[in-house]
T-cell receptor, first 109, second 118 residues
């Protein structure tokens, strides 16, 4: 079956760095998305990786290893507004999105 | 950037009534829109894929007669929750992909509709 695993919850300190991991098992693979979702709001797009390696976009970076079925989202210089859920979603061979349950990130002062 | 407008943002209705939720792509065309449901502290659950000019494709376990989907144009899809019950209370979110985008291009999400059935 198809499956996405990511931690349920993480806590980090303002100004620090946090890495949110995601492992996936899908029928075929056409890339992986990271979305940010604040409570009560819709998800917003953060990143998309389809090739191995690190993609940097400001304070946020996303990494992919296709051979390991693994991705992570790296958040630097954490701000209180980064408190949100972070959703990992893999694209399978039919271009269907397989969603993880999301990681709730709590930022403490 | 691409904008998806979803209306209403929240609705409270009585058990047994029907509720219609609209999803519009404002600055792009979408042959396909997706309807999700999200319960508290859970991830997005795809309910159905709405196809312009044809019948929607429902996920397993989603009652097509209860969740009516209409995608009459390239910019509008509607979800009607018929005979709503308290267990239908949830956060409903639509999303769309630009018709000119690749199959793996990002989805653009509406702001969601918080439905509460009393």
């Amino acid at each position: 079956g198809q499956n996405i695993d990511q931690p349920t919850e993480m806590t980090a300190t303002e100004g620090a760095i946090v890495q949110i991991n995601c492992t996936y098992q899908t029928s075929g693979f056409n890339g992986l998305f990271w979305y940010q979702q604040h409570a009560g709001e819709a998800p917003t797009f953060l990143s998309y990786n389809v090739l191995d390696g690190l993609e940097e976009k400001g304070r946020f970076s996303s990494f992919l290893s296709r051979s390991k079925g693994y991705s992570y989202l790296l958040l630097k210089e954490l701000q209180m507004k980064d408190s949100a859920s972070y959703l990992c979603a893999a694209v399978d061979s039919n271009y269907q999105l397989i969603w993880g349950a999301g990681t709730k990130l709590i930022i403490k002062p | 950037g691409a904008v998806v407008s979803q209306h209403p943002s929240w609705v409270i209705c009585k058990s047994g009534t029907s509720v219609k939720i609209e999803c519009r792509s404002l600055d792009f065309q979408a042959t396909t829109m997706f309807w999700y449901r999200q319960f508290p502290k859970q991830s997005l659950m795809l309910m159905a894929t709405s196809n312009e000019g044809s019948k929607a494709t429902y996920e397993q376990g989603v009652e097509k007669d209860k969740f009516l989907i209409n995608h009459a144009s390239l910019t509008l899809s509607t979800l009607t929750v018929t005979s709503a019950h308290p267990e239908d209370s949830s956060f409903y979110i639509c999303s769309a992909r630009d018709v000119e985008g690749a199959d793996n291009s990002p989805l653009h999400f509406g702001n969601g509709t918080r439905l509460t059935v009393t």
